[in-house]
């Protein structure tokens, strides 16, 4: 036999040849029962520290639709009567729903309302915290509030009419709801507040826009008196010029008279229009256009736009109290840990067991 056969042998005697037994296994494994427990109770334990360690997460959930018009009763009374002054206020159910849902998005007024909630001066212990450690916090706060529109979902059936589905996250059930339905009535006040004040200024801008047109109606009525006796002075000059003194009442001749100076008419007559004109005191009192216009400005200043309480949104699921956590239970991860415990320490006996023939 050559020496290389002989090394050949040598090396795969080296080698033990042994099969996987495994009643064998399980008789390792039961030999190290006490070890194996004492992994799978420290894992347990360990399980349970995480367990406690772990923020709670609890999920209050809302949904909201454009308001319904039994919502907005009231408030549709109030435009007809601003309707019929010709004053478009631009405020309509879907324009103050899409109002609410901007304001809502908003990052500086979410972030302005948990500045000011109680719930949020709860959780800042320090009252001597600076300023920029607040804002980190608040803004940590405001990435649990979502916002989503179910038609914006993927997969989403489409519907007949919008709606968005609104959650925020807390550390207590109660605290999830209580935020998240401060935030929608926050939010749905300053809506409100402002669909008034939208209101309450096309009404101020039509009054204006009313006095200026009447303003201007006025002086062209004056300007006009002013022009006519000026017209009629001269016609009285003219007519006695040519000596016409009674009215000329041939209808060819009236129907040929100048325009501008009615000398037809005869001085007498110029004599007793231009009187009846430098008589009148009002020059708008006779001009229809002008009493229509002063009627308008009278009823515009007799508006008294007060607030009107109204939903620019409904509830088709208000703010839920959560019953079940975000997060695993206890229980399930002091299971887990104490499965997980008890694999990794069989698996450790098991190695060693397997090195033990290679140890010199």
């Given at each position: ?266 001085a007498d007559g110029i004599e007793q229009k231009l009187a009846i004109e430098k008589s009148i005191t009002d020059v708008a009192k006779q001009d229809v256009d002008f009493n229509n216009r002063q009627y308008q400005l009278d009823q515009l200043r007799q508006i008294v736009v007060a607030d009107i309480h109204f939903e620019p949104f409904k509830y088709q699921l208000s703010p839920s109290l959560p019953v079940t956590k975000d997060n695993p239970g206890k229980s399930i991860i002091v299971l887990l840990a104490a499965v997980l415990g008890g694999l ?17």
């Amino acid at each position: 036999m050559s020496a290389i056969e002989v090394k050949k042998n040598t090396e795969i005697n080296l080698i033990p040849d042994r099969e996987i037994d495994l009643l064998e296994l399980l008789s390792v494994l039961y030999a190290a029962k006490k070890q194996i427990l004492t992994g799978i109770i420290v894992f347990a334990l360990v399980g349970l520290a995480i367990a406690y360690l772990l923020p709670q997460k609890w999920t209050s959930q809302a949904i909201i639709t454009p308001s319904e018009i039994t919502q907005w009763q009231e408030m549709e009374q109030q435009l007809a009567r601003l309707q019929v002054l010709d004053i478009d206020t631009k405020v309509t159910r879907s324009s103050v729903f899409d109002l609410f849902i901007k304001k809502l998005q908003s990052r500086s007024m979410l972030e302005e309302f948990l500045t000011s909630s109680p719930w949020v001066r709860a959780q800042l212990n320090d009252a001597d915290m600076q300023s920029d450690e607040i804002h980190r916090i608040v803004v940590n706060m405001a990435e649990k509030m979502k916002f989503a529109s179910n038609q914006a979902k993927a997969g989403a059936e489409s519907t007949p009419y919008s709606a968005w589905t609104l959650s925020f996250v807390a550390t207590t059930a109660q605290d999830a709801q209580d935020i998240l339905k401060g935030y929608i009535d926050y939010v749905s006040a300053a809506v409100e507040e402002e669909a008034m004040q939208n209101i309450r200024n096309a009404v101020s801008v039509k009054r204006l826009l009313e006095e200026g047109r009447l303003a201007q109606r006025r002086m062209h009525l004056e300007n006009l008196r002013s022009v006519n006796v000026e017209r009629l002075n001269y016609a009285l000059e003219i007519a006695n010029a040519a000596g016409i003194k009674k009215p000329i009442y041939s209808s060819s001749m009236v129907a040929g008279d100048d325009p501008d100076y009615q000398i037809m008419l005869g001085a007498d007559g110029i004599e007793q229009k231009l009187a009846i004109e430098k008589s009148i005191t009002d020059v708008a009192k006779q001009d229809v256009d002008f009493n229509n216009r002063q009627y308008q400005l009278d009823q515009l200043r007799q508006i008294v736009v007060a607030d009107i309480h109204f939903e620019p949104f409904k509830y088709q699921l208000s703010p839920s109290l959560p019953v079940t956590k975000d997060n695993p239970g206890k229980s399930i991860i002091v299971l887990l840990a104490a499965v997980l415990g008890g694999l990794l320490t069989s698996v450790g006996i098991l190695l060693r067991r397997a090195m033990t023939p290679f140890r010199l």
